[in-house]
């Protein structure tokens, strides 16, 4: 019984860091997508602000998304 208990411990454990060792692609819907060139356009690269109106979203991820969507390297 616990055999079972340390192995199914250990296959928990495993699976996030399979995850972190793999970029994950970052999908916004349309409302937050929406949300952060409307707040782009009022306050900038202020990502914490931004990050800030939508729920469950950190800054990084934020600017991560802008930048590999709307770079501005023209």
Do not use: C
């Amino acid at each position: 019984m616990a055999d079972s208990e340390h192995s199914s411990a250990n296959q928990v454990l495993e699976n996030p860091q399979e995850e972190t060792n793999e970029e994950p692609k970052l999908h916004f819907s349309d409302d937050e997508e929406a949300l952060i060139i409307r707040m782009y356009n009022l306050v900038g690269e202020r990502w914490a602000l931004i990050a800030g109106r939508i729920p469950g979203r950190t800054a990084e991820e934020i600017e991560k998304y802008w930048t590999s969507r709307y770079s501005t390297s023209q």
